[in-house]
């Protein structure tokens, strides 16, 4: 069955059509929920949330632009929009932060697991604008936008989650030197 076919059928409620196209995206789509999530379980709650939104709004997809990221996009608002209501981006005051220049990481033997867990350890705010700038290449502005924030502290977000997270590969690498 064909994609557009696939779109007919769930916008007519096909429930054979809704869990072929669950099957098809329900990886990609978790990945997503997975770099935005602290941890597996609240990330599958994502997912679930994020297929009964598509499914409800198919209707609004006009056949205009990638579907794939038309379902993307519901699934990165479907995560952001829990931490809205968390209100995690309460800062008290970020001052200005300048960009900070990227570093390489020299040692490329690590585990993409440990890279996964640190992400996912980072504190809400910093791990959603980490992940919405460095994985998904959403400028500080949009950033700003979607999150109800200031460039300002988008920018502080992210060094502050690099900070971290440069940290904590530093700290694995020597213990791996020691080992």
């Not at 935005?36 to 598509?54: G, H, K, M, R, W």
């Not at 040692?107 to 697991?113: A, H, S, T």
């Amino acid at each position: 069955m064909t994609l557009s076919e696939l779109i007919i059928l769930c916008k007519k409620h096909d429930a054979k059509a809704q869990g072929e196209l669950y099957k098809r995206y329900s990886g990609t789509l978790f990945s997503i929920c997975l770099r935005y999530s602290p941890n597996y379980v609240e990330a599958e709650d994502s997912l679930q949330d994020a297929f009964i939104t598509i499914f409800k709004k198919i209707e609004q997809f006009k056949d205009k632009g990638s579907f794939e990221g038309w379902m993307k996009r519901i699934t990165v608002n479907t995560v952001l929009q829990k931490y809205r209501k968390k209100r995690v981006f309460d800062i008290r005051d970020e001052g200005q932060i300048k960009d900070e220049a990227e570093e390489e990481v020299t040692d490329n033997e690590i585990p993409l697991d440990f890279l996964l867990g640190i992400v996912q350890e980072l504190p809400d705010r910093y791990r959603l604008v980490f992940s919405m700038y460095v994985l998904d290449g959403y400028a500080h502005k949009e950033i700003a936008n979607m999150l109800g924030i200031s460039d300002g502290t988008s920018k502080s977000n992210l060094a502050r989650a690099r900070g971290i997270l440069r940290t904590k590969i530093e700290d694995y690498n020597a213990q791996k030197a020691i080992e």
